[in-house]
């Protein structure tokens, strides 16, 4: 195991088990493997976990040069994940919500539409569109990239007013992959 495995490893190691699930699921396959190896080895060992080690690490951590230009609309969109789109779209008419996930085959695209209420559900199948690009679609995504970051932290109050855990997020995930 490399330093810096092993520092991710127990990172990860300290959080808790939802937010882990989580965090392997963001990461490539090769990545998720073998941080999954290592975490399996820290609970054999029986090292306990220290949830301390994440603030200390974001505190530490500024953002990589690439991320403090322009981020992709489309890009931050298909980051965000179920729950914050959910947060962002939730209230909407369902004749937005399809035209939103008309616009590419979102990965968060399926989860959403089951997070929906049933009668919701299907309302928004039927308002999915063959095809939707151009002006609209740009004009969709800036508007609800825009929106992330508040969604973002209205999930995180939520979970943690639930007692569900938080998710540490895209800049958590960077942590781990510049460490891997």
Known sequence: MSDASRQSALLVHGLAQADRDWLLTQLPENDRARLAGHLAELAELGVPAD?????????????????????????????????????????????????????????????????????????????????????????????????????????RESRAASGRGTHWGHKFKEVVRQWL
């Open 51 to 155: 949830p301390g080690l994440l603030d200390t690490v974001l505190a530490q951590v500024g953002p990589r040069p690439a991320a403090r230009g322009k981020t992709d609309p489309r890009q931050t969109l298909r980051r965000a994940g179920a729950e914050v789109m959910l947060q962002l779209l939730g209230q909407e008419p369902a004749w937005m919500i399809g035209t939103v996930l008309s616009i590419e085959s979102w990965p968060w695209r399926e989860a959403l539409v089951e997070g929906l209420d049933a009668s919701r559900r299907e309302r928004v199948r039927q308002a999915l569109r063959p095809n939707v690009a151009g002006a609209l679609a740009a004009s969709c995504v800036e508007k609800l990239a825009a929106g992330v970051p508040a969604a973002r932290q209205a999930v």
